[in-house]
């Protein structure tokens, strides 16, 4: 299959790496002194694990032109900044999918209003990676935490589903088809938003979100009352076994996550946070529409989404 990757970040940039050592036909869209990065150095990539280090050498470009043809545009870009490529990917009529690939509380519409129903796919990382010394240090995420997830809109298992699922496993990336990316997504949300908030109240440290039961706690019911939130919307829990949120006791949750936040990739996995604050202040506010739409209280929510203000920013 032939990929562009719109955007050259940390996580559009292990994708297209991985993709390109997989023998696929990759080129990646990068601008400005990224550009000039890989062009000359390649990606360098740092197994966040056990530390092996690969370059790769591959096509960079820096614009998508409408007569450009590929089978699939990997839109790797944070939430916010998804509206500005719009008009370029709707002027490229050559390239049938397209993937927006990241963070979405407010569902495909823009998309599909703009590029039209039958090209937009949707998709989330199962890879978390941070800038090291010159290279980008990842950890793939196991299958039965977070796998590379991917789907089309009505949930079907199509063809051109299933054969870019192939290529992002034969990449080294464990992938699951899903039925409902759009409820996927806004279960993503309504988990990592308070995560993240919870992680910015304790100054950015795992350690010490991982010894405040306080902040745990919060962090905790915040996400259940995105759940309420989800279902009182129609919005089902997504993939099925994070509902146990919902019902294992209080302790043992604040247990298990505890442990997850202490784990060694755990600083991997949220450096994203530190460099993300634009987007989820974006995301909040598309689920704060989506709390509007419901007679749900969400005090937990609101104490931590306080920590996005540009008040907690500032004096940070």
């Not at 370029?88 to 050559?94: G, I, K, M, T």
């Not at 299933?162 to 996927?184: E, K, Y």
């Not at 306080?214 to 919005?235: D, F, I, K, P, T």
Request: aromatic share 6%.
């Amino acid at each position: 299959m032939r990929f562009l990757v719109y955007g050259a970040g940390n996580i559009g940039s292990l994708y297209a790496a991985r993709l390109a050592q997989s023998s696929q036909e990759v080129a990646i869209l990068a601008r400005g002194t990224r550009l000039e990065q890989i062009c000359q150095q390649g990606i360098e990539l740092e197994d966040g694990v056990s530390g092996k280090r690969t370059t790769t050498s591959l096509q960079v470009v820096d614009r998508l032109d409408p007569d450009d043809a590929y089978d699939v545009v990997l839109v790797i870009l944070p939430k916010h900044r998804i509206a500005e490529v719009l008009p370029v990917l709707a002027a490229n009529d050559r390239t049938p999918s397209v993937m927006f690939f990241g963070n979405n509380a407010a569902g495909p519409g823009a998309m599909t209003d703009a590029i039209g129903r039958d090209r937009v796919l949707l998709g989330f990382p199962g890879a978390a990676a941070v800038p090291r010394g010159g290279a980008i240090r990842y950890v793939i995420t196991s299958p039965r935490e977070q796998p590379t997830t991917v789907g089309e809109l009505d949930g079907s298992k199509s063809a051109r589903i299933v054969a870019i699922a192939s290529a992002l496993q034969a990449a080294g990336f464990p992938v699951l088809v899903c039925t409902n990316m759009d409820a996927w997504l806004k279960t993503h949300v309504a988990e990592i938003l308070p995560t993240v908030c919870a992680l910015y109240q304790a100054g950015g440290e795992p350690e010490q979100l991982a010894s405040s039961d306080e902040l745990l706690r919060l962090m905790l019911r915040a996400m259940r009352e995105g759940y309420q939130v989800l279902r009182a919307n129609g919005v089902p829990i997504m993939p099925g076994n994070h509902r146990v949120f919902e019902w294992l006791p209080e302790s043992l949750l604040l247990f298990l996550m505890r442990r997850m936040v202490k784990a060694e990739t755990t600083a991997i996995k949220l450096g994203h946070a530190e460099q993300g604050r634009a987007e989820w202040q974006c995301l909040a506010e598309e689920f704060r529409s989506l709390i509007e739409r419901v007679d749900v209280p969400t005090p937990s929510i609101d104490a931590a989404y306080r920590q996005l203000s540009p008040a907690s920013a500032a004096a940070e």
